[in-house]
């Protein structure tokens, strides 16, 4: 089993950054990669993965705004949000995945005020 905690998300003004971090324990030793989702009114949508590798992918919605990190060590993720924009407003969960199954984190939510 792996746990997924999140911090770091909160309210922020139009233009402004923030940065999440989620902490994965337990058995982290077999997660192949980890990112972030968020979801809004409606579907669970992608925001940016990261595999042990490093392969990135990112939203198109995000690139060039978010920039995601892992440090292996600490199994930590992070995403790094800048030029933050009203549409970007949702519950950010940090999301794992092992060769067997996918983990997910409580959710943390990013409110941006126009």
């Known amino acids: 089993q792996v746990q997924l905690v999140e911090s770091g998300g909160g309210l922020v003004q139009a233009g402004g950054s923030l940065r999440l971090s989620c902490v994965a324990s337990?058995?982290?030793?077999?997660?192949?990669?980890m990112g972030w989702y968020r979801q809004a009114a409606g579907n669970r949508e992608l925001v940016a993965t990261i595999?042990?590798?490093?392969?990135?992918n990112y939203a198109d919605s995000v690139k060039g705004r978010f920039t995601i990190s892992r440090d292996n060590a600490k199994n930590t993720v992070y995403l790094q949000m800048n030029s933050l924009k009203p549409e970007d407003t949702a519950v950010y969960y940090c999301y794992a995945y092992s060769a067997w199954r996918d983990y997910w984190g409580q959710g943390t939510q990013v409110t941006v005020s126009s």
């Open positions: 595999t042990t590798g490093g392969r990135l």
């Open positions: 337990g058995s982290s030793f077999s997660i192949n990669g």
